[in-house]
């Protein structure tokens, strides 16, 4: 069965430091993987998709299939970037449906 | 537009009760996704529809959860005879293609 693991529950930087939120998985195949972040009184809602290569409020993520890994990282933390952090996958015949890591809550502090 | 709406958004349920949480996914949207998420952990997946059709629900904890969707858009998700257990935020998602769109939850506290 598929697996999502973030090993740490709370991150905390300093604003201007680099972060780096890890994401490990566990999955045969070539699954699809997600950060989704949730800000204080927020929805949850989607940050990143690997496939999309994109840099998202200087956010990135690339998959390491060597490694299963698919970390969140930014070279300067901002005040703004506080929030709950869930890295997620899909994976085919599944229906397009999440399977979550626990997640890591970013605190950046001034 | 709109997104996606769930209500209601706090529930206290004495065990035992049945309980019944809304979902209105964003118009237009085909996929529909139930997600239960405990205190201090990620949200877990539920069940699945595609239009009106229940496609999965192999996350369903036991027979007292039920979801439908009849008429392919507004979802309902019913919890009979509820347990400590239960006690979590249950989310409802929807999306046209690959990105799900979160509604704001449900709080469920069962006392």
């Known amino acids: 069965a598929q697996r999502v693991t973030q090993p740490e529950k709370l991150l905390s930087v300093f604003k201007g430091a680099p972060v780096e939120l890890k994401c490990n998985y566990s999955y045969s195949g070539s699954p699809e993987l997600f950060w989704y972040v949730q800000y204080s009184r927020q929805r949850l809602q989607l940050l990143l998709r690997?496939?999309s290569r994109e840099s998202i409020k200087g956010f990135t993520a690339d998959l390491n299939k060597g490694e299963t890994s698919f970390h969140l990282k930014k070279p300067f933390a901002q005040e703004e970037d506080s929030a709950m952090y869930y890295c997620a996958l899909t994976f085919t015949g599944g229906g397009n449906k999440l399977t979550f890591g626990t997640g890591t809550q970013l605190k950046v502090e001034l | 537009g709109a997104g996606v709406s769930q209500s209601p958004r706090y529930k206290v349920a004495k065990r035992g009760q049945d309980v019944a949480l809304r979902c209105d996914p964003i118009?237009?949207?085909?996929?529909l996704f139930w997600y239960q998420q405990a205190l201090g952990q990620g949200p877990e997946f539920l069940t699945y529809f595609q239009n009106e059709a229940q496609l999965d629900k192999s996350g369903l904890p036991s027979d007292r959860f039920f979801a439908e969707r009849p008429e392919g858009s507004v979802s309902t998700l019913k919890i009979q005879r509820t347990q400590q257990e239960d006690s979590a935020v249950y989310l409802c998602a929807s999306s046209y293609y690959y990105e799900q769109y979160f509604g704001p939850g449900t709080r469920l506290t069962v006392t």
């Open positions: 690997h496939i």
């Open positions: 118009s237009g949207h085909v996929s």
